[in-house]
């Protein structure tokens, strides 16, 4: 499985990024495709992602209201609108799925993923 990860930039706070992450090779049409972000010096953490099985969405708190996951089955890519973005929201965003199903409860945990793709800078200047 490869994810190829796309569309990171730089920009200024307010503005607007979509990223793209399209997964090629043997994926399962049930697992979960979710994007992690990691700035400098920090851990990697959970941004936003979706549960295939169920369709369900989740997005960290710190993005909620601005941030939005979806999926293009079709294409087997999976999309990070990101609006109104903060200097907080600058790191490498990495997109990532697993064999099989997630526990939804689970789909934050980096943990619990198999592959990832390479990132994408996003930078938001004040």
């Known amino acids: 499985v490869q994810l190829q990860a796309s569309g990171g930039g730089l920009v200024q706070v307010g503005a607007s990024l979509t990223l793209s992450c399209a997964a090629s090779?043997?994926?399962?049409?049930?697992?979960?495709m979710s994007w992690f972000r990691q700035a400098p010096e920090k851990e990697r953490e959970f941004v936003a992602g979706?549960?295939?099985?169920?369709?369900?969405?989740s997005t960290a708190d710190s993005v909620k209201g601005r941030f939005t996951v979806s999926r293009d089955k079709a294409k087997n890519t999976v999309y990070l609108q990101m609006n109104s973005l903060k200097p907080e929201d600058s790191a490498v965003y990495y997109c990532?799925?697993?064999?099989?199903?997630?526990?939804?409860?689970?789909?934050?945990?980096?943990?619990?993923?198999?592959?990832w793709g390479q990132g994408t800078q996003v930078t938001v200047s004040s």
């Open positions: 990532a799925t697993r064999n099989g199903r997630i526990v939804t409860s689970a789909i934050d945990r980096a943990t619990q993923y198999h592959y």
């Open positions: 090779g043997v994926t399962s049409s049930s697992a979960p």
């Open positions: 979706i549960d295939t099985w169920t369709g369900r969405t």
